[in-house]
């Protein structure tokens, strides 16, 4: 794998890393279980598939499979750790230049990685209908670094200094 593309998708990992904590980072306790209704799934759910598509990704790098339904966690600080360890694992792949088999780096980004991108949109969004939306900022300027991974990412680099839609 060049470089180039492997930096790429070092960064757009970490963004995902980023962009999940700062969907969850300060939710209320009630928020893993929140249903918007209509048989969506609830956060803790969608965690739990980020974590699925992750692991997925990983076993074009290191083979074997990995459960479409993970096996749910006693806690969602748990499931947040179990995905963060994802998302460290499918990185330590790109660091290394381990390859992908069977599909090309653009598929890797356009399915699995993308797919995951979307639920972060989905857990925000849920956020939001739960009555504790996430406060928005110029992601430009996000502290992202393709080394952290893990659930301590920085508080935003540049919020929004004018909120209308937030609470109170």
Do not use: C
Request: charge should be negative.
């Amino acid at each position: 794998m060049a470089q180039p593309d492997r930096d790429l998708l070092r960064h757009f990992l970490a963004a995902i890393a980023y962009r999940t904590q700062k969907s969850l980072r300060g939710a209320p306790p009630e928020f893993p279980g929140f249903s918007a209704g209509g048989r969506t799934r609830t956060p803790v759910e969608i965690l739990r598939h980020m974590t699925s598509v992750i692991g997925y990704a990983g076993t074009f790098f290191a083979g074997g499979a990995y459960p479409v339904h993970p096996e749910p966690l006693p806690t969602f600080a748990g499931e947040i750790e179990r995905f963060h360890a994802m998302v460290t694992e499918l990185g330590s792949h790109l660091s290394r230049g381990t390859p992908p088999q069977g599909i090309s780096i653009e598929q890797l980004l356009q399915g699995p990685l993308a797919d995951v991108m979307t639920h972060v949109g989905q857990l925000a969004l849920l956020r939001r209908l739960a009555g504790a939306p996430v406060a928005p900022e110029n992601f430009i300027f996000a502290d992202v670094q393709p080394g952290r991974l893990g659930p301590d990412q920085p508080l935003p680099a540049r919020p929004d200094l004018e909120w209308p839609e937030g609470p109170g």
